[in-house]
């Protein structure tokens, strides 16, 4: 059983939280983001503790926002399905295909609920891959770690670019508008910080970015 706990990923709906890292630093990490979110201050949660290393920092975030994605997805899968979303964008201008380079290699066209199923398996398969995100204090992370962070937040990006240009009345509707919009702002900040997502990629809501960066 993996560590990080996720669950069985053929739920559709709802994928089981995963914790922090095992071993005293994960922890003691996730007590800095729980401390620093609880102030409200966004801007100095995202912001590197002195003297920590900038991949164990990354490595416990990725799992906080893999977590937050999940859950803000799920209150949408009784309405974005494949009838109302049979392909996966941002808008009109912005489609997404979906490959993961081992099973699909070639892009392919799919719907929104498929996409997002096949992406939360393909993270919660590379965070549970120790080679990639290992979970033994002091077991050193792949010089490539990066590279795989980069590609989750592109890709995690493009579910709150989904949400925002085809659910938003319904999250209004939700009463869930200062959730999701939370949320958004604490991935913005963090991605901003370790220029994790290419300023391209943020095109279909950059009106909504860049108000978050000038606020």
């Known amino acids: 059983m993996s560590l990080f706990g996720l669950g069985s990923r053929s739920q559709k709906t709802f994928r089981s939280k995963k914790g922090a890292p095992s071993g005293?630093?994960?922890l003691q990490l996730q007590k800095h983001i729980t401390a620093t979110l609880g102030s409200g201050n966004l801007r100095e949660a995202v912001r590197l503790p002195v003297g920590e290393d900038v991949d164990e920092w990354l490595?416990?975030?990725t799992v906080d926002f893999f977590n937050q994605v999940n859950i803000l997805y799920a209150t949408l899968t009784e309405f974005c399905t494949e009838s109302s979303c049979p392909v996966m964008s941002a808008g009109p201008k912005y489609e997404y295909r979906w490959a993961?380079?081992?099973n699909i290699k070639k892009p392919i066209v799919v719907s929104a609920p498929k996409y997002v199923e096949y992406l939360m398996d393909w993270i919660g398969t590379q965070l549970d891959d120790e080679s990639i995100f290992p979970q033994k204090l002091g077991a050193p992370f792949p010089p490539y770690f990066q590279d795989v962070v980069k590609?989750?937040?592109k890709r995690m990006f493009r579910v709150y670019a989904h949400i925002y240009h085809s659910h938003f009345q319904k999250i209004v509707a939700l009463k869930?508008?200062?959730h999701l919009n939370t949320c958004f702002k604490h991935?913005?900040?963090f991605t901003s910080e370790f220029?994790?997502?290419e300023k391209r990629e943020l095109a279909p809501v950059s009106e909504i970015v860049e108000s978050i960066l000038q606020s």
């Open 176 to 178: 869930e508008e200062a």
């Open 24 to 26: 005293s630093k994960g």
């Open 187 to 189: 991935f913005v900040l």
């Open 151 to 153: 590609t989750i937040y």
């Open 195 to 197: 220029g994790l997502v």
């Open 59 to 61: 490595a416990v975030n």
């Open 100 to 102: 993961d380079g081992v």
